[in-house]
């Protein structure tokens, strides 16, 4: 088991930053690859972005890539996304996920935060 907290969410406007955190807690991290996916309303939840806990291989959507990142801190277990340059079709409810295993872009995740919303303003 693991138990996965986000926070850092909150109002921008575009062009602005903001960076959210994902406090892991549980079950060993060796194998662990964390995700963060978002969600808008009426739409299906997309891949952001992805670590694996170890190594610190990422992957990225086509549509962050440059502009956000992705990172972990063995030390406190808890994982980063850093969002930049933040447009308006990046408002969503935004996931963190964790996996025992490769990463995956679609939402084959074992375990779930509970969300934080992203609203980027015009």
């Known amino acids: 088991q693991v138990q996965l907290v986000e926070s850092g969410g909150g109002l921008v406007q575009a062009g602005g930053s903001l960076r959210l955190s994902c406090a892991a807690s549980?079950?060993?991290?060796?194998?662990?690859?964390m995700g963060w996916f978002r969600q808008a309303p009426g739409k299906e939840r997309e891949f952001v972005a992805a670590?694996?806990?170890?190594?610190?291989?990422?992957k990225y959507a086509d549509s962050v890539k440059g502009r956000f990142t992705i990172s972990r801190d063995n030390a406190k277990n808890t994982g980063y996304l850093q969002m930049n340059n933040l447009k308006p079709e990046d408002t969503a409810v935004y996931y963190c996920?964790?996996?025992?295993?490769?990463?995956?872009?679609?939402?084959?995740?074992?375990?779930w935060g509970q969300g934080t919303q992203v609203t980027v303003s015009s």
């Open positions: 670590i694996t806990w170890s190594t610190g291989s990422t």
């Open positions: 996920a964790s996996r025992y295993g490769t990463v995956r872009t679609d939402p084959d995740y074992t375990y």
């Open positions: 549980g079950r060993t991290f060796v194998g662990l690859t």
